[in-house]
């Protein structure tokens, strides 16, 4: 009998300190803090400000909306009816081809966050001035199964932004 009373305080330690380690990991996805889906984040090159270089993504897509920031801002934080005004790349899961860029045009772009596809509300709301975000936006929060322009029905988008001000 006094054995099992040693016994179960150690369990209850032990149970404590995994429940503990658990809970202070930090997960590199805000959005969904799976290991299988973070693992399927594209490589991001490219310096801070400079237009960033997102590596051909490869395995299967995410079925869930999916963030890391690349750089961590200081400033105002977006919310769901912010405006934000950004410089951004993205890219098709399919193949690794851009079909937009900010940076290729020469100029920031602003956007009401009421008035963008789902997964850019979403991945966006939260982000704050001086942040650089990889966001991975499935189909279902995306342009689906119509697409748009270069962007082909079903298509997994891939967008890394730099958050240059938020109103």
Known sequence: MRRSHLLTPALLSLTALTLLTACTSQPESLASSSPSQSATFP???????????IAPPTG????????????????????????????YVGVSWSDG?????????????????????????????????GTRREIIIPPTLGYGETGQGAIKPNETLVFVVDILGVK
Request: proline content about 7%; aromatic content about 6%.
């Open 43 to 53: 490589a991001v090159s490219g310096a801070a400000g400079a237009e960033p270089v």
């Open 60 to 87: 299967t897509p995410p079925t869930e909306l999916l963030t890391r920031d690349l750089i961590a801002g200081s400033g105002p934080a977006a919310t769901a009816e912010s405006t934000v005004t950004v410089n």
């Open 97 to 129: 081809a851009i079909f937009d860029s900010s940076w290729k045009r020469g100029t920031p772009a602003e956007f009401s966050l009421t008035q963008v596809i789902t997964g850019w509300a979403q991945g966006l709301t939260g982000a704050q001035v």
